[in-house]
């Protein structure tokens, strides 16, 4: 078989090297894939992952029988739809089932809709409507643009006037573009928070096992926040108890409202959860593999993951289709000095090959040696029967695979270890 996968980042590289253990997989295509993630698949850097048409003309002149559309952007665009109609089969929801990443508006009033539990909110087209609101609503707020933005499009704001120059810079500045043409602003909740992607066709949906991001740039959850600077599976939070609950009040409702809405939705559904005092809310819907979660989940895979793949789409997912190692993963970002705010790339990256998985986010191929392309330059990720040795094993690792200016954090997964311990 010949298989397409979207996308360029680490959640990609782990994507391929699941599918990788398949045999009946001849070739895969990385569209456009990065410089280490083609030791693993056949790169096309020239077709950018939102490229729809340049995409689905490859996809077709290379006779592909399947494609993993694996970012938030090319699902919202209607890569799926468009591979469909063409005869190629792919692996994500279509355009108007990925709306529930791509407008936060439409997955709170969803959410609201089918009494699914997450943050009161109020929605605001208006900037002077929304600049009054806050002058009055509990602080801290929430303020959220409604469209992607980079996983940026957040702010939490501590004071009403951090929240009325965080409506400016949305509403008035267009710091995400048009995601801030409306907004959500909302109630903030306290409590650990925990990933959970699911599989779904649809109808039968299966959570995979949970993990926990550490999204700011710091120990200690301190410093601006990131794209994700590393990640462990599983969260010691999400206990058998809140898994049954969230099943009946999330899981299951939520795939039911959408069929509902005429919005069925297939691929990877993905809840960022928080565990508040309350019970578990959604913080989140992704439409896709979160990175770096899939850098962790999907080692921990006793399955095969292009058979699940194809479930989905077709209509067949089971639940004994998925199965799980018992036992825990951790991922450390190593990301360029200065990252998110700047940074210099072009660093030779050596010990590549000195850990178990190594997923490659940003870096270029020159002459047979990888340099620095990015700001997450790649996620070192051990496997291990707990998550204290899984830990340690990624540490050690990651100090052997290096490059000028690398910044990782050294506490991932600690918090993790403290809530295992009580
Ligand atoms: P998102 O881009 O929706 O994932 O939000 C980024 C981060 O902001 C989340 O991971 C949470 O840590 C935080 N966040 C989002 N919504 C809330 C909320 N209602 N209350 C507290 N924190 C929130
Ligand atoms: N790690 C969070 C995300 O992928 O959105």
Sequence with gaps: MKIGVVGGGGREHAIIKALKKNKEIEVIYAIPGNGGIARDAVCVPEIKATDVPAV??????????YVVVAPDDPLVLGTVDA????????????????????????????????????????????????????????????????????GKGV??????????????TIMEEKKFGHSGDQIVIEEYLEGPEVSVLSFTDGKTVVPMISSMDHKRINDNDEGPN????????????????????CMEKIFKPTIAAMNQEGRTFRGCLYFGLMITKDGPKV????????????????????????TIMQATTNGTLREDMVKWKDAAACCVIEASGGYPVSYKSGYEIKGIDQAEHVYVAGAELKDGKLYTHGGRVLGVVETAPTLKEAIDKAYESAAKVSFAHMHMRHDIG???????AQ
């Design 226 to 245: 990131t794209g994700g600077m590393g990640t462990i599976a599983p969260n010691p939070y999400y206990t058998k108890e809140i898994a049954a609950e």
């Design 83 to 150: 591979l469909e109609n063409v005869g190629i089969p792919a692996f994500g929801p279509k355009a108007n089932a990925a709306i529930i990443e791509g407008s936060k508006v439409f997955s709170k009033n969803l959410m609201k809709k089918y009494g699914i539990p997450t943050a009161k909110y109020e929605v605001f087209h208006d900037i002077q409507a929304a600049e009054d609101y806050v002058r009055t609503c509990p602080i801290p707020t929430v303020i959220k643009a409604d469209g992607l933005a980079l």
């Design 155 to 168: 702010i939490i704001a501590m004071t009403r006037e951090e929240a009325v120059a965080g409506i400016k």
């Design 283 to 306: 913080i989140e819907y992704n439409c896709r593999f979160g990175d770096p979660e899939a850098q962790v989940v999907l080692p921990l895979l006793d399955s095969d993951l292009l």
């Design 56 to 65: 689905v003309k490859f996809c077709k002149d290379q006779k592909l029988d």
């Design 414 to 420: 600690q918090r993790a270890l403290k809530a295992l």
